[in-house]
């Protein structure tokens, strides 16, 4: 097997990557995925200190709104179950939004500030104190860091002929990212997923590349998205060297 | 992770690998088919509901003179290879 | 009552769109323009935004 691997970008920015990868194998390639999902950890608030809470819902369920905030994870500074603490304290009548929250460490803030948390009336307090503790999605969904992680094969298109002059062109569907002809890589979303806008009046022939698979990884913002792919590709690294080290006693 | 061995013999092995799950398994699995030496490969894990035995074991069945814990080794320094190698790949294209 | 914080199919954060979708929508924006102009591209974080209706006015007189 060819371990020489080829990486090519498509889309990228902080919370978002769509790139390319030659050489893989699919279980090599679904590692990949699962480790995204469940084993690179991510801060999330887990317990909550209520001082005062006169709003309109019960504290739970304002445990469970603040556990699902985002927050900006440092995974060199902390260690799986270590915590930060975080505080909030809002007066109504105001909104309590997770950009009121205050953390000890200015490393651990909310990815997104604009997050309502609960609307209070005239004379209503939110004051809590909140602990945030790094662990896997593997334990709770609100520590998985990528969201909607996946991938899917490289198709690639080839021209084989002119569709005959009176038969009636019916969408060709795909999704995803195709390979041309001439070796270049396009979105689907450019010709709107339909290939007869792209090659109107020719007969397209599609097939998968093989060990070619398109990424496509967004984060929820408590890590880039470049350092979800590279945190899941160690984590199943540092498995394979530990096990290779115990086997080898 | 925490191994037990379970059977052993020249050519065969089973082997739990607590702490597991498929992420890793299945990556291991494939390493081992592509491994010299190595004449079948599989782990079998059963969901947590079913109460028995719920960590992951691995079966491997070599052929010639390889010793079936060697060649988990050799996998899984493939692994470890692979994972490099996609880190550098990757880096290089970021 | 409030807006759910994330989506409940996929996980992405919805809680972060909703002010500038319901201020948008209210000034008769198209709904289907201000989403996608916030990137919430999936139909199942659309819906999470669209089928919202705001409960603390209506609960709390009832405190």
Known sequence: MASDFEVEFIER???????????????????????????????????????????????????????????????????????????????????????????????????????????LKEGQRLELEADAV??????????????????????????????????????????GVIETEDDELVLTDEFDNDLTERYPGKEVEVHDVPGAFVFHVETDGSVTAEELVLRAADSIGDRAAELEEKVAV | ??????EKTDDELRMEIAGEDHTFMNVLKGALLETAGVAAATYDMNPEQSGGQTEPIL??????????????????????????????AFESAA | MMIPVRCFTCGNVVG????????????????????????????????????????????????
């Open chain 2, 59 to 88: 079966s491997v069945k070599t052929e010639g003179d390889v010793d079936p814990l060697d060649a988990v080794g050799d996998a899984a320094g493939r692994v470890r290879e692979l994972t490099d190698d996609f880190r550098t």
């Open chain 1, 13 to 119: 920015d902080d919370r978002n990557a769509r790139f390319v990868v030659r050489g893989l194998t699919p279980a090599f390639a679904n590692g990949i995925r699962r480790a995204m999902i469940a084993d690179v950890p991510t801060m999330s608030i887990d317990t909550v200190r209520f001082v005062e809470n006169s709003s309109v819902m019960f504290d739970e369920m304002i445990g469970l709104r603040l556990g699902l905030v985002p927050l900006t994870t440092p995974l060199d500074d902390y260690e799986t179950g270590e915590t930060a603490t975080l505080a909030l304290d809002v007066e109504g009548p105001a909104t309590a939004y997770s950009g009121d929250l205050r953390s000890s460490d200015d490393l651990v803030q909310p990815a997104d500030e604009n997050i309502p948390i609960i609307e």
């Open chain 1, 134 to 175: 790094l662990d896997r999605g593997r334990e709770h969904a609100k520590h998985q860091g990528g969201v909607a992680v996946g991938y899917r094969h490289l198709q690639r298109v080839d021209v084989v002929g002119d569709a005959g002059e009176f038969d009636e062109q019916e969408s060709n569907i795909l999704r």
């Open chain 3, 16 to 63: 972060e769109h909703w002010e500038e979708f319901k201020a948008r929508s209210a000034e008769g924006e198209d709904p289907a323009e201000v989403l996608d102009d916030l990137g919430v591209d999936r139909h199942c974080c659309r819906r999470m935004l669209v089928s919202h209706k705001d409960l603390v006015d209506v609960v709390s007189p009832y405190q």
């Open chain 2, 1 to 6: 992770m925490e191994l037990r061995v379970i």
